[in-house]
Structure formats: structure tokens, C-alpha cells
């Protein structure tokens, strides 16, 4: 019997990728970080990997926490200790392909915790054979773009740089990104990958909402105030260690969710968001 291994299956992907094994009568088990949970593998990410894990015909790797170091040990623990037939599915991200507009933060750009972490996944994956890496673009319905694309809903105006008027963005829906994983796991020859994963290429101002989007903000690569701007220049670029940037965005991370939701009328995008809808890589 072909066995399955999935993490992250209460996941937003995880769930849907998931509920497509059972449709399709494949036989998988669930990794869990809880051991009170008799109806899965139970695995810390963080201790050695159980063999029920480590013996499995496919892994599929959905599961994501919040801390950017531990997401990079946990795929490394995967890629190393897995057995060498194992085939082995990881989710990356096409923010590796992301630079700013401005020529002189690309000069010094590196990419702020996320995209590194996702660029030292990318290494780790091409160390072992055997192991798929998907690249999704924007997921419209899944984790930070489905709550930025609520707040966008609910604002009257929407904000962004003058210079961001012919920005195309590569969009894809959770459920064919699952379709995409379903594939592979059935697959005997997944040479025929991508190198992003999307359905369709839309202008940045049909993503927004055409009738609310004002190009009157300023073409700065993150904010709209200078010092916020420089500051994030920095904390992107070479200069900055890996694991200084992942401790400074985990606590920004966490100070930003203790907010409670102030939605406005009106909404200037910034911050990496900024980058990832109006840097270089969308002209």
C-alpha cells in the first residue's frame, strides 16, 4: 500500500490537500505536535522523526510556524532523515524571485526573514533527490493575503505608489495549489514542474479593486515615512544576518497581532506588502 505523510493538515492547504486524499481513496496519516492526538504521528518538529514518518512512500511538508529558524530545522531534519526513496513535497514560495523597484535597495537587497527563509528551504530541497519544491505566487485565500484582501474589502480607498500602474501579479487559489500537490503525490515523473505556481496574471489594480485604488503615494520601497523606509532598507539587506532579522520580525510579528483590527476608510499599502505587489518583479 502507498503510504502518505502529511503535515500541516489543519492548515488552510494542509485541510484542502487533505480532504482531496480521502476523495481520491489514498491511504495517508497526519503528522501532529499534539501526543494526546491518537489519530496522528505525533512529531515536534524539533525532536528526531518518527519512523512511521521517515519510511513513507510521499511526504507532503504544509505545516508552517512562526518561527522562521525552526520552519528551516524542521525541512532540514526532513531532507536528511527521510528515507532516500521517499518522495518528498515541499512548499516553497515565488517571493524568492522578489526585489524592489528602487536600484539602490536592490544593490543591498537580500529579502527580509520570510523570503530567506523560503531561498534556504530552495537549498536544503536541492540536496536530496527525490524532492519537489512548489513555488505558489499570491494565494488570494490563504493566511496574510486573505486577511489583507478583507481589509481591502471593507476600505473605501486604497493607496499605492505612483509608479505601480503596470504591476501584474501572479495570483492562484489554495484549492489548485492542492490539485498541484494531489498531482505530484500520484505522479511517477514530476520532472514537468513550474517555476511558479499560478493561474492567472492580473493587473494590480483588478487584485485591489479598480474603483478604489489611488496612485498618489510615493514610489519609496516600503513606507511612506522616510525613517520607516530606511529602516526597513536595512533590516532587508545583506548586512543583517539571518537570524537577527528572523528575532526582530517574530517580535514585530507578535507586537502587530496583539493589535486590535482598526480598519479605515482608507488604506496606504506599505511594508513588504508594498514590495511583493509594486516591486521590480511585477513590471
Known sequence: MYKVVLTGATGSLGAKVATLLHANNVHFDIVTR???????????????????????????????????????????????????????????????????????????????????????????????????????????????????LSDIARASKIRVPRGCGRSRLKVIDSIDVAKEVMRLIIAHDPKTMPAELFSEIVPLSEFLGEEKVAYDASNNTYFESRLKNLALVILCSFFIPFWLKALVQERFLKYEKSLSSNITEEICVDGMTRLYLCGGHTS
Open 34 to 148: 499534539d501526543p494526546a492526538n491518537a489519530g496522528g504521528i505525533y512529531w515536534d518538529y524539533k525532536r528526531p522523526i518518527p519512523r512511521e514518518i521517515t519510511s513513507a512512500d510521499c511526504i507532503v511538508h504544509c505545516a508552517r510556524g512562526p518561527s522562521f529558524s525552526s520552519n528551516v530545522a524542521a525541512v532540514k531534519l526532513l531532507v536528511t532523515k527521510a528515507s532516500s526513496t521517499t518522495k518528498l513535497i515541499l512548499i516553497g514560495s515565488n517571493c524568492v524571485f522578489a526585489q524592489p523597484s528602487s536600484r539602490l535597495a536592490r544593490i543591498f537587497f537580500s529579502g527580509d526573514a520570510y523570503i530567506l527563509e523560503k531561498r534556504k528551504i530552495e537549498k536544503l530541497a536541492k540536496t536530496r533527490p527525490h524532492t519537489i519544491l512548489l513555488r505558489p505566487t499570491i494565494v488570494r485565500d490563504e493566511g496574510g493575503w486573505d486577511a489583507f
